[in-house]
């Protein structure tokens, strides 16, 4: 038995141009080395050039286009007999 304690997940705050979790965990990947002001830099003015090339809302964009590369189904594994099958299973949405 662990003697230390649990650790808690950290609730993820929305960022504070858009607040939007989704665009707050998006600068946390696209982050390196700690340098977080340059990855919202960077996510920033991606942002600003959808906005000025489509003239639509780059975070309504941005969700699209998060929802279209989201898999649909997993595979588990799934033990009958002595063979092991994977079996496709939905994905939660998050």
Do not use: C, W
């Not at 649909?72 to 063979?83: F, H, I, M, Q």
């Amino acid at each position: 038995m662990p003697r230390r304690g649990t650790v808690k997940k950290r609730e993820i705050k929305p960022d504070y141009r858009y607040n939007s979790t989704l665009i707050s965990r998006f600068i946390n990947a696209v982050m390196r080395k700690g340098k977080k002001s340059l990855a919202e830099r960077i996510v920033y003015e991606a942002m600003e050039l959808v906005k000025q090339k489509s003239k639509q809302d780059p975070l309504k964009m941005f969700e699209k286009a998060v929802e279209n590369v989201r898999p649909l189904l997993e595979t588990k594994s799934r033990r009958v007999g002595g063979a092991t099958y994977q079996v496709p299973v939905e994905v939660p949405e998050h």
